[in-house]
Nanobody, 121 residues
Framework: QVQLVESGGGSAQTGESLRLSCTIS????????MAWYRQAPQKGREWVGR???????DYAGSVEGRFSISRDINKNVMILEMNNLKPEDTGVYYC???????????????WGQGTQVTVVS
């Protein structure tokens, strides 16, 4: 069974950096794209950024220039480098992947369990 696992969450001071990882395990035929989402307390889930199978990444305006997404396609690992953190970056960060488990299956979204990021002054 396919599983996505996030790691690297924790606490940071304003202006500091934090690095999150997402690893896909299990039987996977193809991953078209991977993305990061976050959910602050009492807020809806917000799209943070995405990286496609060709390595092209784009970001939400609130994080562009501060966050960077990279991907090791062979290992199905996605990295989120968060720099110059702000209190509004606080939330649970979720890894998402659009993938199929076999060529005859459809592409479906898979989600990780989430990892907490807390940014304090």
């Amino acid at each position: 069974q396919v599983q996505l696992v996030e790691s690297g969450g924790g606490s940071a001071q304003t202006g500091e950096s934090l690095r999150l990882s997402c690893t896909i395990s299990g039987s996977v035929d193809w991953v078209t794209s991977m993305a990061w989402y976050r959910q602050a307390p009492q807020k809806g889930r917000e799209w943070v950024g995405r990286i496609d199978s060709r390595g092209r990444a784009d970001y939400a305006g609130s994080v562009e220039g501060r966050f960077s997404i990279s991907r090791d396609i062979n290992k199905n690992v996605m990295i989120l480098e968060m720099n110059n953190l702000k209190p509004e970056d606080t939330g649970v960060y979720y890894c998402n992947a659009e993938l199929r488990t076999a060529w005859y299956e459809t592409f479906e979204p898979y989600w990780g369990q989430g990892t907490q990021v807390t940014v304090v002054s």
